[in-house]
């Protein structure tokens, strides 16, 4: 074939050119599919690069170019999912925590055939993400990871005092005298934050109480157990924990046990990883037992986390491709698993005795049988309405109500109020 | 190189650049070219979010559905709710006393870098330091100060025999928190009192000063019959300016205390943040936004009358 002169050259390009702008279709020839996935920075910091690994495979094995970005913990990720809904533009797929699902349900593709053949390879997903994926009969996530809420203490506190490990909400505030007198306080935020309803939702159903009915309509926050819930924070802010636990973000709990100061908290494993990662001396210290009962039970929020799509995803297909790879292959899940030091489990019921929870003995108490996991709100169903009660703060609001002076039965009220008008819509 | 006459031909249309020259010259035409760049940028940057920011406020909108017009629902509907009525208050706690402290405070610190002192422009320089680090950033800083676990200000109060252990807890008591809030609001607002009051105080004709000195006026006469009269329209203007950025304060809050404890420092901007993106409120979260917004409006009119007046 002879050169082009440059009347034909442009012939040629415009024709093309204008055959593209007409089909809107880019020639197959150089169309590379790319997609672009955001998660939030994983408190386990080594699972985060583990997903760079695995991306980067992903894309050698099929072509597909994957972005993968990541953002700060709960309100930059909450604004950042707003904006793209609001704009219809961003990413293809968005990591999303708990019920979050619930809340963005018209704007989530149905991935049910993807968690279909996920649950068939590895069994059911756990409770919990159930929960919160499983939108009225559709899956509109597919389960990733879970992370549960244990109690974090110093052993070696508990060791010099004799003090005995508690297995009831009861028993800690017996224990959490003692730890307060030694200057080690328990720390259990009370503020506007997700670790605070994290305990607040757990102790409450231990006393047997609850927010909103299983039917997801009547509120029932003004009962016994709600009375015995409000009094029992009333006595563990005066006689275990100190002022500061009204104003601690999601981390100070963490970081409270890891300078040596906090002796007991409640949280996932996360406040010992990073202990042991930066080398702290209380690393060596910290233990876990599993989550304390009550009268009503034992029961603990777990921290399911799923991936989604966007309806307006030009790239569904590929998408759900890298989810499958991520989490459909045994070996790159349990890989990814391995990578996240037991902060992230795996979300399916015949992997639970991963041996992920035998990597360090500190992890023995994780499997925690006997305890029931669940999301924010239950019993009711995570619905946008019950989820609007979580992320309005009004349990640990009643809370902080109750231990600065307001009595127990006005800061209920409040409470219930508040709760109904939600409700109502 | 020259251009000969010969060579332009005659008859033959006036060159491109030449016409727009000559539009150019007209000012029916360059006037509104100028004016343009700024315009398109108001209508985008202002006027076209302000407008979406009224349909949201009048509307039920929820993040990724469907909405309908409700007329003033949302503004009505806000007065049932316990955190709003705190916000409200908060608002005009927060920012009557922050004002306050900046108008106080900045005439002293400007009467101060108008004498006649030592390293006199690194002073001032330095003085704008709170002004121009960002905000997130400082009050980052400030965060950390106040912290329960870290506070270095509790640890220099307790040293010092100040404060009792464990000493205040700046960011989880009601009344502490909006202290603190307060107090970076006043750290980081001072330098724009300052800066511009002293550019105020610089403009006053000295010859005055002599006038009353020569007739026996003392320090506190001149300041008072003198400084102050003088400095009222540059007061006004920067009362004005502040009064709105206060309001609207959104950073300090969201870093030290989001809000908290129990609502007890939320402002109209980080109650509405925390409407709009933790709970997906669009509707409710604007009306929050913009409910100040006719009374800022006043606020605006009545100073600016003022000053027109005085001028006058």
Not at chain 2, 28 to 41: D, K, N, R
Request: proline share 5%; net charge positive; glycine share 8%.
């Amino acid at each position: 074939m002879g050169p082009y002169n440059r009347r034909q050259f442009l012939t040629t390009t415009g024709a093309g050119l204008a055959g593209i702008l007409a089909t809107r279709v880019a020639p197959a020839r150089g169309q590379q599919r790319e997609i672009s996935y955001l998660c939030w920075n994983n408190f386990a910091p080594a699972s985060d690069k583990k997903l760079a690994e695995i991306g980067q495979r992903f894309t050698k094995d099929t072509g597909i170019k994957l972005k993968i970005d990541h953002i700060s913990h709960m309100g930059p990720q909450q604004a950042k999912y707003a904006s793209e809904v609001q704009t219809q533009a961003g990413h293809d797929m968005v990591e999303m925590r708990m019920h979050f699902p619930w809340l963005y349900e018209p704007q989530l593709v149905d991935v049910s055939d993807v968690v279909a053949g996920l649950e068939k390879q590895y069994g059911k997903a756990v409770g919990s993400a159930y929960e919160g994926a499983h939108v009225n009969g559709v899956w509109r996530a597919v389960p990733q990871y879970h992370g549960m809420f244990v109690a974090a203490y110093r052993e070696d506190l508990f060791k010099k005092a004799s003090l005995k490990v508690p297995d009831t909400w009861e028993e800690l505030y017996v224990v959490g005298k003692e730890l307060k007198k030694m200057g080690n306080p328990v720390g259990i935020p009370i503020s506007q934050n997700y670790d605070s309803i994290s305990t607040a939702g757990p102790v409450l159903w231990s006393f047997g109480g609850l927010e909103v009915d299983k039917d997801g309509k009547t509120v029932k926050i003004n009962s016994p157990g709600t009375v015995q819930t409000v009094e029992w924070y009333k006595k563990m802010f005066k006689d275990c924990m100190e002022p500061e636990v009204l104003s601690w973000s999601d981390a100070s709990n963490n970081e409270s046990l890891q300078q040596g100061k906090a002796g007991w908290i409640h949280n996932p494993v996360s406040a010992y990883i990073v202990a042991k990662q930066r080398k702290l001396v209380t690393a060596d210290l910290i233990n876990h037992h599993r989550s304390l009962g009550g009268p009503g039970g034992r029961h603990e929020t777990d921290t399911p986390r799923h991936i989604g799509i966007w309806k307006f995803s030009k790239n569904i297909d590929a998408s759900k491709e890298w989810i499958k790879y991520l989490l459909g292959k045994r070996e790159v899940y349990d890989e990814y698993i391995m990578s996240g030091d037991a902060f992230n489990l795996p979300a399916y019921e015949k992997l639970q005795d991963h041996p992920v929870l035998r990597t360090d003995p500190k992890y023995a108490h994780l499997r925690g049988e006997g305890v029931q996991y669940h999301t924010y709100g239950w019993p009711a169903p995570a619905s946008d309405r019950v989820q609007l009660i979580t992320n309005s703060y009004i349990l640990p609001n009643m809370m902080a109500k109750a231990v600065t002076g307001t009595s127990t039965k006005d800061a209920i009220a409040w409470a219930e109020n508040e709760m109904k008008k939600i409700i109502a819509g | 190189m020259a251009v000969r006459a010969e060579q332009i031909p005659v008859g033959r249309a006036r060159p491109l650049t030449a016409r727009v020259r000559g539009w150019l010259d007209r000012e029916s035409v360059l006037g509104p070219v100028f004016v343009s760049p700024a315009l398109i940028l108001l209508v985008l940057l202002v006027a076209y979010p302000f407008v979406m920011a009224l349909y949201f406020a009048m509307s039920n909108s929820f993040i990724g559905r469907p909405s309908e017009f409700i007329g003033f629902r949302n503004f009505i509907r806000l007065w049932d709710s316990d955190a709003f009525r705190q916000t409200f208050q908060n608002a005009f706690v927060f920012t009557g006393i922050a004002v306050a402290f900046k108008v106080v405070l900045g005439i002293i610190l400007a009467l101060l870098l108008n004498e006649q002192l030592w390293f006199k422009r690194m002073i001032r320089g330095a003085v704008l330091l709170p002004w121009v680090i960002p905000t997130a950033l400082s009050t980052l800083g400030w965060w950390w100060m106040f912290n329960s676990l870290y506070s270095v200000v509790n640890w220099t109060g307790l040293a010092l025999g100040l404060m009792d252990p464990p000493g205040p807890n700046w960011l989880g008591q009601r009344y502490y928190a909006m202290a603190a809030v307060i107090i970076v609001n006043v750290w980081r607002g001072l330098p724009f009192f300052a800066i511009t009051i002293l550019a105020g105080l610089v403009a006053i004709p000295k010859e005055i000063y002599e006038a009353a000195h020569a007739d026996g006026a003392g320090a506190n006469a001149r300041f008072w019959h003198i400084t102050l009269p003088m400095l009222k329209p540059v007061l006004a203007v920067v009362v004005l300016f502040s009064t709105i950025f206060t309001f609207s304060d959104f950073n300090i809050v969201y870093v030290l205390t989001h809000g908290g404890p129990v609502n007890s420092t939320h402002l109209f901007a980080t109650l509405s943040r925390m409407l709009v993106i933790d709970v997906g409120r669009l509707g409710e979260g604007a009306a929050v936004s913009l409910y100040l917004f006719p009374l800022l409006v006043f606020v605006v009119w009545a100073q600016l009358r003022f000053v027109r007046k005085h001028a006058n």
